[in-house]
T-cell receptor, first 114, second 117 residues
Framework: GAGVSQSPRYKVAKRGQDVALRCDPI?????LFWYQQALGQGPEFLTYFQNEAQLDKSGLPSDRFFAERPEGSVSTLKIQRTQQEDSAVYLC????????????FGPGTRLTVT | AQKITQTQPGMFVQEKEAVTLDCTYD???????LFWYKQPSSGEMIFLIYQGSYDEQNATEGRYSLNFQKARKSANLVISASQLGDSAMYFCAMRETFLYQGGKLIFGQGTELSVKP
């Protein structure tokens, strides 16, 4: 496909379980971002990759959150020992980098922790 | 710290009329970018329009225009000739200075627009 894809689209986890959220960026896009969007709020930055390098992880809320992009394409956001406050939509975005300014967003993964 | 403020939680507009969604921002940087995104109920973020801080003319994209007033630090979105499909959440966002390629976005709280037939 031409756009950013994310899977799963919906995930229900019991508190304490680990989850892994996948993002497939647009082919060739250098930059990849993860955002967290709580209900009724704007998205908040989590982390940023340039190719396989994680250049900014300042937005990760705790050490339970971990992201990787080992080959510079697909990225995985992992949340360990999920808590109820982790319930949110997790958005992935990619950008061509360089002079390109726009970020193209995926449909998001809605995580519900029960 | 950089911040985006959207003071209108919800707005109503009659179909075919124009509507302005407010956005103010705070930054000490000289170089930045401002964005508007649309988020329908399906959840995806759809890019609408971009304005660079050094752009002298207001950005336009079809029915969307950005009223950029740098001195007032405002970047309002104007939608002309509203359509029923415009009903959605609208987010104003700012891109930090170009510390690295890409640049993370800082979003406002959003404005929910409802278009009445």
């Amino acid at each position: 496909g031409a756009g950013v894809s994310q899977s799963p689209r919906y995930k229900v986890a019991k508190r304490g379980q680990d989850v892994a959220l996948r993002c497939d960026p647009i082919s060739g896009h250098v930059s990849l971002f993860w955002y967290q969007q709580a209900l009724g709020q704007g998205p908040e930055f989590l982390t940023y990759f340039q190719n396989e390098a994680q250049l900014d992880k300042s937005g990760l809320p705790s050490d339970r959150f971990f992201a990787e992009r080992p080959e510079g394409s697909v990225s995985t956001l992992k949340i360990q020992r999920t808590q109820q406050e982790d319930s949110a939509v997790y958005l992935c975005a990619s950008s061509a980098g360089g002079t390109s300014v726009n970020q193209y967003f995926g449909p998001g993964t809605r995580l519900t922790v029960t | 710290a950089q911040k985006i403020t959207q003071t209108q939680p919800g707005m109503f507009v009659q179909e075919k009329e124009a509507v302005t969604l407010d956005c103010t921002y705070d930054t000490s940087d000289q170089s930045y970018g401002l964005f508007w995104y649309k988020q329908p109920s399906s959840g995806e973020m759809i890019f609408l329009i971009y304005q660079g801080s050094y752009d002298e003319q207001n950005a336009t994209e079809g029915r969307y225009s950005l009223n950029f007033q740098k001195a007032r630090k405002s970047a309002n979105l104007v939608i002309s000739a509203s359509q029923l499909g415009d009903s959605a959440m609208y987010f104003c966002a700012m891109r930090e200075t170009f510390l690295y390629q890409g640049g993370k976005l800082i979003f406002g709280q959003g404005t929910e627009l409802s278009v009445k037939p």
